[in-house]
């Protein structure tokens, strides 16, 4: 398929999540704030899901993804991603580790808002760990503030501050780390620091997400721990 373009720059990716709080839909805030339990506690199947669904207006419930089966389905507004036919199109390198600075409820309501512009693959949050997603991963958000880079990773938003440590839970790490090991082993990404990176390193990022606090070793050694145990 011809090469999806470039979208036209736009306003940064952290003003519009620190001020997109007033765009979070109703609809949205009662998908988050119900609190659904996701299935099963471990790293997840070895293989995709043969089918998923998406979400029937109205609809109520955890609906299973096309892509990680251990989360909700958020979808991003059309106008906040590009679509196209990944890996085909654009091998997938990378996991873009971010952290929201914003509430997960509000950083969904930005990704559905059509204005807003940005996008992420996933939103993993604070208080249990649970995933929300927002782009299908054949797509390409919109996350990384770099076109080479957005074609060929995953972003993964995190809800919380990054100079408010009590955000980076027990649960968030453990969720996050389930989701990184499903998609590295799936894409046979390298669980190493050169290729699950911060948005930080991201070449020519002007942001600092997810910051000094997140626990890089931590994190790479409970991916490795699910990805063995898958």
């Keep these: ?10 306003p940064s990716r952290r003003a519009l999540l620190r001020g997109g ?17 996701l299935a099963g506690p471990g790293p997840g199947p070895a293989q995709r899901p043969s089918g998923g669904s998406a979400a029937a207006p109205g609809a109520a419930g955890p609906i299973r993804t096309a892509d ?26 990378y996991v873009v580790i971010h952290v929201t600075q914003e509430t997960f409820a509000d950083t969904l309501g ?37 076109w080479s880079y957005n074609t060929r990773s995953i972003g993964i938003e995190h809800e919380g501050w990054v100079d408010q440590p009590r955000w980076f839970t027990t649960a968030m790490y453990e969720g996050s780390a389930r989701l990184t090991a499903f998609l590295c082993g799936y894409y046979g990404i390298p669980v190493n620091r050169s290729r699950i990176i911060g948005h930080n390193e991201v070449p020519g990022a002007t942001h600092t997400d997810p910051g000094p606090l997140w626990d890089w070793t931590r994190y790479l050694r409970l991916v490795k721990g699910y990805l063995n145990a898958a």
């Design 1 to 10: 398929m011809p090469k999806p373009t470039e979208p036209t720059p736009s």
């Design 21 to 37: 709080a007033a765009v979070a839909t109703a609809a949205t805030a009662l998908t988050v704030t119900a609190g659904h339990a």
């Design 68 to 93: 990680y089966p251990y989360s909700e389905w958020v979808p991003a507004a059309s106008s906040n991603y590009t679509v196209a036919n990944r890996p085909r199109t654009y091998p997938v390198e």
């Design 110 to 146: 930005i990704f559905t808002d059509p204005a807003a512009r940005v996008s992420a693959h996933y939103v993993v949050a604070s208080g249990d760990g649970r995933v929300a997603q927002c782009v299908e991963e054949k797509n390409v958000a919109w996350h990384a503030g770099n």
